[in-house]
T-cell receptor, first 110, second 114 residues
Framework: DAKTTQPPSMDCAEGRAANLPCNHSTISGNEYVYWYRQIHSQGPQYIIHGLKNNETNEMASLIITEDRKSSTLILPHATLRDTAVYYCIYTNFGNEKLTFGTGTRLTIIP | EAGVTQFPSHSVIEKGQTVTLRCDPISGHDNLYWYRRVMGKEIKFLLHFVKESKQDESGMPNNRFLAERTGGTYSTLKVQPAELEDSGVYFC????????????FGAGTRLSVL
């Protein structure tokens, strides 16, 4: 199973940028980095994905290091609704299973 | 556009009984996945359908679990007979083929086996 390493928990003040790190040192060349989050009592929600270039969408930005062994998810202006468990996952681009780790529990503080 | 829907949202049964969970994927999504989170554990993959065919069922825990997707639309996951350790939240997800493996999840079914 593809394994990633994330801090178990983080706090961030409302309105500030939340930066969530992930280590994926065993990622192979054809595997993408995906970020999902799970808000309490809901199913996981896709946020963003990338291969080697930095990516941005309406939800977040993804910064992947040049050696691809780590990445950072950035929520530019965190709101209380961003409180959730964030999962960093890597897998092939094809339609394959997602391997969830323990994730990072992000708490946005008013 | 309707998302992935799961039914029931919560089921409470006694050990030894049978339970059937249903998942309706997003219309047009050929890929359908089942996952579950048992108490205190991580979300684990169970199996993957492409249309009506089982593409990967490597995560199915044992033969008490039977998943079907007749006609390639909705899917059912039957647990027979249920055991205490089957308690947890069962998630269904769907995705388009060739769609970058973006999976859309339902809200889950919470199964409690007493």
């Amino acid at each position: 199973d593809a394994k990633t390493t994330q801090p178990p928990s983080m706090d961030c003040a409302e309105g500030r940028a939340a930066n969530l790190p992930c280590n994926h040192s065993t990622i192979s060349g054809n595997e993408y980095v995906y970020w999902y989050r799970q808000i309490h009592s809901q199913g996981p929600q896709y946020i963003i994905h990338g291969l080697k270039n930095n990516e941005t969408n309406e939800m977040a930005s993804l910064i992947i290091t040049e050696d691809r062994k780590s990445s950072t998810l950035i929520l530019p202006h965190a709101t209380l609704r961003d409180t959730a468990v964030y999962y960093c996952i890597y897998t092939n681009f094809g339609n394959e299973k997602l391997t969830f780790g323990t994730g990072t529990r992000l708490t946005i503080i008013p | 556009e309707a998302g992935v829907t799961q039914f029931p949202s919560h089921s409470v049964i006694e050990k030894g009984q049978t339970v059937t969970l249903r998942c309706d994927p997003i219309s047009g999504h050929d890929n359908l996945y089942w996952y579950r989170r048992v108490m205190g554990k991580e979300i684990k993959f169970l199996l993957h359908f492409v249309k009506e065919s089982k593409q990967d069922e490597s995560g199915m825990p044992n033969n008490r679990f039977l998943a079907e997707r007749t006609g390639g639309t909705y899917s059912t996951l039957k647990v027979q007979p249920a055991e205490l350790e089957d308690s947890g939240v069962y998630f269904c997800a769907s995705s388009l083929s060739l769609a970058k493996n973006i999976q859309y999840f339902g809200a889950g079914t919470r199964l409690s086996v007493l």
